[in-house]
């Protein structure tokens, strides 16, 4: 009885690893073998960076947001203290939006803030 080899399977995954590959340079784009490891490699590193891509943005925010408070007289901490006392319920993405875009809204908004600090 011949020996399976696997035949259209094996080909199919293969395919798939190379296709994945595509626009490697050198043997990591044409060579099966360098290309799985530097593929399986590469979709590590994607699923890692989805996650990762969260927190870097909220520290992003939180930057914004601190440079903000403090052309306003407030500290990062003060401003996030005070807006939960006022019952405030803006996140930190919609926060560092209106320090970037709108200064004199989040003036009022810090303004809120600082009211409501000594409640």
């Given at each position: 009885?011949?020996?399976?080899?696997?035949?259209?399977?094996?080909?199919?995954?293969?395919?798939?690893?190379?296709?994945l590959?595509?626009g490697?340079?050198?043997?990591?784009?044409?060579?099966?073998?360098?290309a799985?490891?530097t593929?399986?490699?590469?979709?590590?590193?994607?699923?890692?960076?989805?996650?990762?891509?969260?927190?870097?943005?909220?520290?992003?925010?939180?930057?914004?947001?601190?440079?903000?408070?403090?052309?306003?007289?407030?500290?990062?901490s003060?401003?996030i203290?005070?807006?939960?006392?006022?019952?405030?319920?803006?996140?930190?993405k919609?926060?560092?939006?209106?320090?970037?875009a709108?200064?004199?809204?989040?003036?009022?908004?810090?303004?809120?803030a600082?009211s409501?600090?000594?409640?």
């Amino acid at each position: 009885m011949p020996r399976a080899k696997g035949g259209s399977k094996s080909r199919q995954r293969r395919k798939k690893i190379m296709k994945l590959a595509k626009g490697y340079v050198g043997g990591r784009g044409r060579l099966y073998r360098s290309a799985r490891e530097t593929v399986e490699r590469a979709l590590t590193f994607a699923y890692r960076d989805r996650r990762v891509k969260k927190r870097t943005f909220r520290g992003l925010w939180i930057t914004r947001i601190g440079a903000a408070a403090k052309i306003n007289g407030l500290s990062y901490s003060q401003l996030i203290t005070g807006l939960k006392h006022a019952g405030v319920e803006l996140d930190r993405k919609i926060l560092a939006e209106i320090a970037v875009a709108d200064m004199p809204a989040f003036g009022q908004i810090a303004q809120t803030a600082k009211s409501h600090l000594g409640a």
